[in-house]
Structures are given as C-alpha cells and as structure tokens.
Nanobody, 115 residues
Framework: QVQLVESGGGLVQAGGSLRLSCAAS????????MGWYRQAPGKQRELVAGITSGGNTNYADSVKGRFTISRDNAKNTVYLQMNSLKPEDTALYYCKTQRSGLGYWGQGTQVTVSS
C-alpha cells in the first residue's frame, strides 16, 4: 500500500522560510519521480515542483529561485525548501507519486503566509 505523509507546514510571516517533508512507503522510492503540488481556496491544484529519479528538477514559474525540491533516497523522503515566502504561497501542499500508472497523494500540509 502506497502511503505519502507530508509534514512541515505552518504559519510564517512573509519573507520567511519553511521546509516541507514527504515520507513515502509502499513504493521503490529511488526509481519514482516525486512532485509537490498546492491548492489554494477556490483555485485548482497546481504543480509546484517535481524531481525525477535521476534528480532532475522542474518548477512552476511562480516559485523559481525561491523553492528547492530535493530527495533523500536513503530516507524515502522528498523535501521542499521554501524561502522568501509570499502571502500568495498560502495553500494546502500535497506530495504526489505514481506506481503502476496510478497517482497517489498525501493528505496535505497547510502553509499559511501572513503579510
């Protein structure tokens, strides 16, 4: 059974930083691409950052230069370092992966940035 458990969200002032973690189980983590998504109230869920099994990364334009995705295969964990946070980064942040063609999501962790 695939499980993704996010942590690290919270309330932070604009300009601050947070580091999100997503611990995965039930997959061969080292060969799986991982992604971070977010969904703000009244908006569609959007891709924030992705990382392949080989460590290649991609980012939404809105977070380039501020967010960094990384992975630790020994810990089966993917991270999202978020710096220079803005109020518009406020959202529920989800971790996602795939196995056998099916997508799996974590329960999400709330990030709230106050102005």
């Amino acid at each position: 059974q695939v499980q993704l458990v996010e942590s690290g969200g919270g309330l932070v002032q604009a300009g601050g930083s947070l580091r999100l973690s997503c611990a995965a189980s039930g997959i061969i983590f080292s060969i799986n691409a991982m992604g971070w998504y977010r969904q703000a109230p009244g908006k569609q869920r959007e891709l924030v950052a992705g990382i392949t099994s080989g460590g290649n990364t991609n980012y939404a334009d809105s977070v380039k230069g501020r967010f960094t995705i990384s992975r630790d295969n020994a810990k089966n964990t993917v991270y999202l370092q978020m710096n220079s946070l803005k109020p518009e980064d406020t959202a529920l942040y989800y971790c996602k992966t795939q196995r056998s063609g099916l997508g799996y999501w974590g329960q999400g962790t709330q990030v709230t940035v106050s102005s």
